[in-house]
């Protein structure tokens, strides 16, 4: 398994990652989404307490050539917002898993979570 | 990438980590490292393209210079043998066909270096301009020859120790046949990125060896450098891309390209229709505007102003050189004044936008 695909988060096959702690879960986008887009120069995200829809669009993330769409991998409330990716959307290339991060998320349907693929999942569906 | 053509360089983009894309038909590198750090290196020391995708085509014959004047809006009889000129080339309704550099070798030999997009087309075109009787002969030399620039303020100093040309004696747009690293090459003071730097067309067979000597040479003050750093630096120095701020249905003077169309040279196919769109005044142009908010504007996306549409963007980035996003678009004329205000619909909402000076860089001299 790669380092680059933490064991203990869920993945879309939209290369979102979920971190979940409780009811809340981080998302950000993997560290293949971020290789394959390039320089990251711009992260445009929706504001705290507007609500995520699982599978629909909530925010875009554009490097120097293309222009991204992020897809909610949960539905439920944003509670936290990474503001510092506005003066720094380099982090998203630096440190995918960390500094970032995107968005906060309190989930409204935690079931939604199976949907998603574990760590071996995704590295056998960026493989393919 | 099933399909596309691949440049006799190919071979080397893995080695260097290249991300390939299609464009003009071609598998290309839009970068190696980072479009950003690409670009960086071009503005600071230097940087190497593999742009053989562009086509040659070779024009020959006592009739050559007065048959490519017949295509282009700049004045050929300017040319002098170890000159490159560039000009727009347009359709009889002034549109533009391509914008390409013409090399002139000599009375009865030429070069013109044409978009890779557009190299069928323009084959055609050229072509079918050329009467029976003309004594003129054109080749397409575009698979045979490749074609590396070497651009930033060390180009000079890193390509020096490798051809016996004395290059400080160069001028811009000047170019000799000499030869690099022992290999026939066309040294050209030319580029696409707003920085000094050449041009080298060397045979297919010889452009891994010029490629890789480069490298060596420049060791870690030259990066290899994609598409996407090519086009964040002539955007910044506010060069057309063919397909952006130049169509069929742009024709050169709304692009900004009034310098390069000479009405009163030729007669050249498109002059009556662009003498009549001059007289006429205007109804659209290219401008260079920076966003004031948050945001990339992008190809195509709508321009506002007085609450209705005056146009679209042809081209926007986030400018790496001056950390902002900036932008060309195709507005109405009435809009085109330095200062006025226009918003870009992104995504469907409105982001402030003004019109400012162009190039949005330039280099210190």
Same mark, same amino acid.
């Given at each position: 398994?790669?380092?680059?695909?933490?064991?203990?988060?869920?993945? &879309?096959?939209?290369?979102?990652?979920?971190?979940?702690?409780?009811?809340? /879960?981080?998302?950000?986008? $993997?560290?293949?989404?971020?290789?394959?887009?390039?320089?990251?120069?711009?992260?445009?995200?929706?504001? $705290?307490?507007?609500?995520? $829809?699982?599978?629909?669009?909530?925010?875009?993330?554009? &490097?120097?050539?293309?222009?991204?769409?992020?897809?909610?991998?949960? &539905?439920?409330?944003?509670?936290?917002?990474?503001? /510092?990716?506005?003066?720094?959307?380099?982090?998203?290339?630096?440190?995918?898993?960390?500094?970032?991060?995107?968005?906060?998320?309190?989930? &409204?349907?935690?079931?939604?979570?199976?949907?998603?693929?574990? /760590?071996?999942?995704?590295?056998?569906?960026?493989?393919? | 990438?099933?399909?596309?053509?691949?440049?006799?360089?190919?071979?080397?983009?893995?080695?260097?980590?290249?991300?390939?894309?299609?464009?003009?038909?071609?598998?290309?590198?839009?970068?190696?490292?980072?479009?950003?750090?690409?670009? =960086?290196?071009?503005?600071?020391?230097?940087?190497?393209?593999?742009?053989? +995708?562009? %086509?040659?085509?070779?024009?020959?014959?006592?009739?050559?210079?007065?048959?490519?004047?017949?295509?282009?809006?700049?004045?050929?009889?300017?040319?002098?043998?170890?000159?490159?000129?560039?000009?727009?080339?347009?359709?009889?309704?002034?549109?533009?066909?391509?914008?390409?550099?013409?090399?002139?070798?000599?009375?009865?030999?030429?070069?013109?270096?044409?978009?890779? %997009?557009?190299?069928?087309?323009?084959?055609?075109?050229?072509?079918?301009?050329?009467?029976?009787?003309?004594?003129? !002969?054109?080749?397409?030399? !575009?698979?045979?020859?490749?074609?590396?620039?070497?651009?930033?303020?060390?180009?000079?100093?890193?390509?020096?120790?490798?051809?016996?040309?004395?290059?400080? =004696?160069?001028?811009?747009?000047?170019?000799? =046949? *000499?030869?690099?690293?022992? +290999?026939?090459?066309?040294?050209?003071?030319?580029?696409?990125?707003?920085?000094?730097?050449?041009?080298?067309?060397?045979?297919?067979?010889?452009?891994?060896?010029?490629?890789?000597?480069?490298?060596?040479? %420049?060791?870690?003050?030259?990066?290899?450098?994609?598409?996407?750093?090519?086009?964040?630096?002539?955007?910044?120095?506010?060069?057309?891309?063919? %397909?952006?701020?130049?169509?069929?249905?742009?024709?050169?003077? =709304?692009?900004?390209?009034?310098?390069?169309?000479?009405?009163?040279?030729?007669?050249?196919?498109?002059?009556?229709?662009?003498?009549?769109?001059?007289?006429?005044?205007?109804?659209?142009?290219?401008?260079?505007?920076?966003?004031?908010?948050?945001?990339?504007?992008?190809?195509?996306?709508?321009?506002? *102003?007085?609450?209705?549409?005056?146009?679209?963007?042809?081209?926007?980035?986030?400018?790496?050189?001056? +950390?902002?996003?900036?932008?060309?678009?195709?507005?109405?004329?009435?809009?085109?004044?330095?200062?006025?205000?226009?918003?870009?619909?992104?995504?469907?909402?409105?982001?402030?936008?003004?019109?400012?000076?162009?190039?949005?860089?330039?280099?210190?001299?």
């Amino acid at each position: 398994m790669s380092s680059n695909i933490p064991a203990d988060l869920k993945y &879309s096959k939209e290369h979102e990652w979920v971190r979940v702690e409780g009811n809340r /879960a981080t998302i950000g986008i $993997t560290h293949f989404a971020q290789d394959e887009l390039g320089d990251i120069v711009f992260v445009e995200l929706p504001e $705290t307490g507007q609500e995520l $829809t699982a599978n629909s669009t909530f925010g875009t993330v554009e &490097s120097v050539k293309t222009v991204s769409d992020l897809f909610a991998p949960v &539905s439920g409330r944003i509670v936290e917002v990474n503001q /510092a990716l506005a003066d720094a959307p380099e982090q998203v290339n630096q440190d995918p898993y960390g500094a970032g991060w995107m968005v906060v998320v309190e989930m &409204s349907n935690p079931g939604e979570l199976d949907e998603l693929l574990d /760590a071996a999942g995704y590295a056998q569906h960026t493989a393919e | 990438m099933a399909g596309l053509k691949r440049t006799p360089l190919y071979p080397v983009y893995e080695r260097y980590g290249a991300k390939t894309v299609d464009f003009g038909g071609f598998e290309m590198p839009v970068q190696f490292s980072s479009i950003l750090a690409e670009h =960086e290196a071009v503005r600071t020391s230097a940087g190497l393209f593999d742009v053989s +995708h562009m %086509g040659e085509f070779e024009v020959t014959g006592a009739g050559a210079r007065a048959f490519l004047q017949r295509l282009v809006t700049n004045d050929l009889s300017r040319l002098e043998p170890g000159s490159a000129m560039y000009s727009p080339m347009t359709y009889e309704h002034g549109g533009t066909v391509d914008d390409l550099l013409v090399y002139c070798f000599s009375d009865t030999r030429f070069w013109t270096v044409v978009n890779a %997009g557009n190299i069928h087309k323009d084959w055609e075109w050229m072509n079918a301009a050329l009467r029976a009787d003309e004594p003129v !002969s054109l080749v397409n030399r !575009s698979d045979e020859i490749a074609l590396l620039a070497l651009q930033g303020p060390k180009a000079q100093a890193i390509l020096q120790p490798l051809t016996p040309l004395a290059l400080a =004696e160069l001028p811009y747009y000047r170019f000799a =046949e *000499a030869t690099v690293v022992g +290999h026939p090459a066309v040294v050209s003071r030319t580029g696409y990125t707003g920085e000094d730097g050449f041009e080298l067309y060397v045979g297919a067979k010889d452009a891994e060896d010029v490629w890789q000597r480069i490298l060596d040479q %420049g060791q870690d003050t030259v990066k290899p450098c994609g598409l996407g750093a090519r086009d964040t630096l002539r955007l910044e120095a506010r060069l057309p891309l063919y %397909g952006h701020e130049l169509t069929d249905d742009v024709n050169p003077l =709304e692009a900004g390209l009034g310098p390069f169309v000479k009405l009163e040279a030729g007669p050249f196919i498109g002059r009556a229709a662009l003498a009549q769109a001059k007289a006429d005044g205007l109804k659209r142009r290219i401008v260079g505007f920076r966003l004031l908010e948050r945001g990339i504007p992008r190809q195509g996306y709508p321009v506002w *102003a007085d609450g209705r549409v005056v146009g679209q963007v042809t081209s926007g980035t986030m400018s790496p050189t001056l +950390h902002e996003p900036i932008g060309l678009a195709l507005v109405d004329a009435a809009f085109a004044k330095v200062g006025t205000a226009l918003s870009v619909e992104i995504r469907g909402r409105q982001s402030a936008a003004e019109v400012v000076k162009t190039p949005f860089y330039r280099r210190a001299k």
